[in-house]
């Protein structure tokens, strides 16, 4: 797999199930190893290059992993100790930036699916990512959820580049605001994105 992408854009990423569209995402974000091949990011490839290239990336893989009993706050204060990251004024702007600012002392246990969803995106904008990638950010939304984390899209791609899982996409409310496709399991070319899919994977970026 050969894939250029273009910073401030949003690309969807489709294909079969099966197809390996999960474990790519888990590949090029650290949460599973290839057993053979190479994997290359931003053109660096090695175990501890890797580690610094995936500094640059922010990632909801399936569902977020999230602590019930914590606020959304105390969540995101988790996550920012265990990245290092050392500004805590980032948990706030980033909550603002998510419409969850006034959560206050709720558990997340007590939020909705669509709340949830919007914590996870939170989580991986901690670290003022180069790179976004959500896997299914819609899964199981009403129709209002979609158009929230829609609109959220929106705002935030302009910052920096999505990268989206998306499956059984719902009429064009994602759709309509993505700038490119690519196709896990066949040969795609459109104007920003080329990707072929085979065993040994590469990734270059912009």
Same mark, same amino acid.
């Given at each position: 797999?050969?894939?250029?992408?273009?910073?401030g854009?949003? @690309?969807?990423?489709?294909?079969?199930?099966?197809?390996g569209?999960?474990?790519? =995402?888990?590949?090029?974000?650290?949460? &599973?190893?290839?057993?053979?091949?190479?994997?290359?990011?931003?053109?660096?490839?090695?175990? *501890? *290059?890797?580690?610094?290239?995936?500094?640059?990336?922010?990632?909801?893989? *399936?569902?977020? &992993?999230?602590?019930?009993?914590?606020?959304? @706050?105390?969540?995101?204060?988790?996550?920012?100790?265990?990245?290092?990251?050392?500004?805590?004024?980032?948990?706030?702007?980033?909550?603002?930036?998510?419409? $969850?600012?006034?959560?206050?002392?709720?558990?997340?246990?007590?939020?909705? +699916?669509?709340?949830?969803?919007?914590?996870?995106?939170?989580?991986?904008? $901690?670290?003022?990512?180069e =790179?976004l990638?959500?896997?299914?950010?819609?899964?199981?939304?009403?129709?209002?959820g979609?158009? *929230?984390?829609?609109?959220? +899209?929106k705002?935030? @791609?302009?910052f =920096?580049?999505?990268?989206?899982y998306?499956l059984?996409?719902?009429?064009?409310l994602?759709?309509?605001? =993505?700038?490119?496709?690519?196709?896990?399991?066949k040969?795609?070319?459109?104007?920003?994105?080329?990707? @072929?899919?085979?065993?040994q994977?590469? +990734?270059?970026?912009?």
């Amino acid at each position: 797999m050969n894939l250029q992408i273009k910073k401030g854009k949003i @690309y969807g990423f489709i294909g079969q199930n099966g197809a390996g569209k999960t474990t790519f =995402l888990r590949l090029v974000t650290g949460l &599973a190893f290839p057993t053979s091949g190479t994997l290359s990011l931003w053109g660096n490839s090695g175990t *501890e *290059e890797l580690q610094k290239q995936r500094k640059r990336i922010g990632s909801m893989i *399936e569902t977020p &992993a999230l602590f019930p009993s914590m606020t959304a @706050y105390q969540n995101m204060e988790v996550q920012r100790i265990q990245r290092g990251i050392p500004d805590k004024s980032v948990i706030k702007r980033t909550l603002d930036m998510v419409g $969850l600012q006034d959560t206050g002392k709720k558990s997340v246990r007590n939020f909705s +699916l669509g709340m949830r969803q919007r914590l996870g995106i939170a989580i991986a904008l $901690l670290n003022t990512p180069e =790179l976004l990638i959500l896997d299914e950010p819609i899964n199981g939304l009403d129709p209002a959820g979609i158009v *929230e984390i829609r609109n959220l +899209l929106k705002i935030i @791609y302009a910052f =920096l580049t999505i990268f989206l899982y998306l499956l059984k996409c719902p009429q064009s409310l994602i759709l309509s605001a =993505l700038r490119a496709f690519c196709f896990c399991g066949k040969p795609h070319i459109s104007r920003s994105i080329f990707l @072929y899919f085979r065993y040994q994977t590469w +990734l270059k970026s912009w």
